[in-house]
């Protein structure tokens, strides 16, 4: 796919350098608002695009490259990174500029990734960012020094603090780049007559490498000159940032400590998730009930009403109401990230989740999911290794989320026997903390099958950088929140309203004629009974009859497509309960219907035991929830793994309760 | 120095003792990515410590730390210092 043509005084400038140096934050402040976000094709790699903001010159454009440490390519981030310097990148045009942006706090990871760029000829210019920080621990490398010797101008920022933003914006206005002195390039024995540095250049140098078996020593040349470029003047500082770091880490990840800090840390942001978002989520949800209220109010009924109160309004609402579990747990993730606890975190949890083929880093994801699988879907972005971040998305729904709770409180209520084992253990409480245990050991076991299966990307997940300890940037925090949060609602909510229209559709056509003598609740029921839903009931009847389900059941799954939780409701409906403002009073009417259902005109009753459980079961684990699948979809860009999770889940939540009810009649 | 002495891996080494590293075995390119790292031939290296059921391990190399898979430290193969 071909750019679309600029004028010949535009200019394009890559931003490379290391995951963590805030290359982000700068191409936040250089263009403002002024940018897109979008994926590479057939790899979901972000690419984010956008032009400097507020210069009277030419138009400069800036792309963000993927956070690398090599351009040695292994994982798709960095072929990525390498493509576009190498101007071999689909639809992507080879940038005439590059900033290589450093942290100045730990700048020899910089300075290797500087030296791979190089070679690729583009003219550079070098970012020293958090120069601030580096300073206050005396580890800042000396900018004119390192300028002379790279033969590249430098400039310094903090990001953070937008300091030194403008300078750079003047830099890349001036076109201040340039190529690298001769002897910035490194030397490998035995390698002699390669070209001037370009593609060409990087492509033989590759070639000579891989044949030579000469990785090892490029990278140990690479890594002298980073320490001939810095001098050792500031190693005995860097030591002393070490050592407050391994002060911090002698209590946070001693045998025994350790853990229960990690205990306690987690457990907060559990409990934050769950328990600061429940208020915001009622605003938002009475807030949407009152817009309904009024708008049924302003109109006069019909479908044009009940299509805006039940379809849209619902479906927005439905989107919202993710938000504040979101950020919220996006809040605690971005500092956790930022003071370099996550990787603590990480290194301490890595071995028991490695028995089930994934890591350390799995855990926040999976963790967050027991409240709603949307956000720990959504951080399962932090999981660099592909294959593991894919089998966290693929297992993530198996945890016992919230929307699965009013499902399991009015079926446990109302035909669990109120009893105690034991004398204090309550029977119902052991079957809701069976099914949460259920989940996660289907979950391990999916997990581990699937690390059986696929096959590893590049070097998996073994290696994760421990940096020191610093304090977390609330702007940068703030920021990356602005950005989770919108990218929610304008990627997944879109697809979640869609959705959500589909399942209304369903749910209301066709309409049935009222006949004589019908009251409210009798005709609902009927009207529910004819429409796409019932009928959808109907024609999976055979299918669901061997689960111990008859069709109004079958209803009832339908319609909590669009989410668990509207199981309850549906079911209200069906059974044709009479609708109250009180909602624990309409359970209680609904559990009571549920009671009193029988098969067909026989006096079986649908709800035995076998039936109860085998739903229960079926819950557990069925993917119903169409918000969940939006976000999958988004996330994997994939519909093969979207579609391939849902059927799975779909057919494994059948087995099991097939399973659960054969055992239990 | 006994030969036994000589040749061992990252993952031999007790929680802060040093080594220099001799080479590094595994695939291509777990290979590249360690040198990468900093686990070149002649690189001093140090365990500083465990996890708490004995994997990984964090290792210091010039004055960056990782965590490393006790696998991976396998590939690694080291002097002691």
Redesign the interface.
Known sequence: MPEPATSPRHVRVALIGNPNVGKTSLFNHLTGLRQKVANYPGVTVERREGRVAGLPGPEIGVLDLPGVNSLVARSPDEKVAADVLLGRQDGVERPDAVVVVVDAARPRRGLFLLGQVLETGLPALVCLNMVDEARREGVAPNAAALSDALGLPVVETVASRKAGVDTLREALADGRFSRPSAHALVELPGVQGLPEPSPERWGRLREVVASAGLADQEAAARHRQASVLLGDTADARRAAQRERSDRIDRVLLSPVLGPLVFILVMGTVFQAVFALADAPIEWIESGFDALGSSVSGALSGGFFEDFLVNGVLAGVGGVVVFLPQILILFLFIGLLEDSGYMTRAAFLVDRPLRAIGLSGRAFIPLLSSFACAIPGIMAARAIEDRRERLITLMVAPLMTCSARLPVYAILIGAFVPEQTVLGFLGVQGLVLLGLYLFGMVIAAFAALVMSRMLERSGVGPGILEMAPYRWPSLKSVGIRLWQRGSMFIRRAGTVILAMSIVVWVLMTFPQTDREPGMDDATYAAHQQANTFAGRLGHIIEPVIEPLGYDWKIGIGLVGSLAAREVFVSTMSVVYAVEQTDDATDEDARVADAMGRARWGSSDRPVYDLATVLSLLVFYAIALQCLSTVAVVYRETGSWLWTAGQFLALTALAWVAAFVTHLVAS | MTKLHDNCNLSDLGNGSEADVV??DGD???????????F????RVRV??R??????L?VDV????????A??AQGVRVRRA
Do not use: N
């Open positions: 080479a590094l291509q390119d777990l290979r590249t990515r360690l040198a990468e790292l900093g070149c031939a002649s690189a500083v410590r996890a708490p059921l004995g994997c990984p964090e010039d004055g960056t730390r990782f965590s490393v898979r696998e991976v």
